[in-house]
Nanobody, 115 residues
């Protein structure tokens, strides 16, 4: 059974930084995509960033230049370094694994950007 466990959310002031981490467990094919999505109150869940096992990345336009996604294939982890955070980045952030044509989700971690 695939499980994703996130950590690293919290409260930060505008302009600050946070690092989110996600660890996957279970039987996972080596060819997969891991990523982060977020959902703010009253809004739909949206892609933040994703990375393939080969290292190809995609970012939402709103976070380009501020967020960096990385992964460790051997450890089955994915990280999201978030810099220059803005109040509009406030949301629940979900780790995502896409493998074998299915999506798996973590439980979500709250990120709040406020002074």
């Amino acid at each position: 059974q695939v499980q994703l466990v996130e950590s690293g959310g919290g409260l930060v002031q505008p302009g600050g930084s946070l690092r989110l981490s996600c660890a996957a467990s279970g039987s996972i094919a080596s060819i997969n995509t891991m990523g982060w999505y977020r959902q703010a109150p009253g809004k739909q869940r949206e892609l933040v960033a994703r990375i393939t096992n080969g290292g190809t990345t995609n970012y939402a336009d709103s976070v380009k230049g501020r967020f960096t996604i990385s992964r460790d294939n051997a450890k089955k982890t994915v990280n999201l370094q978030m810099n220059s955070l803005k109040p509009e980045d406030t949301a629940v952030y979900y780790c995502n694994l896409y493998v074998w044509g299915k999506n798996y989700w973590g439980q979500g971690t709250q990120v709040t950007v406020s002074s």
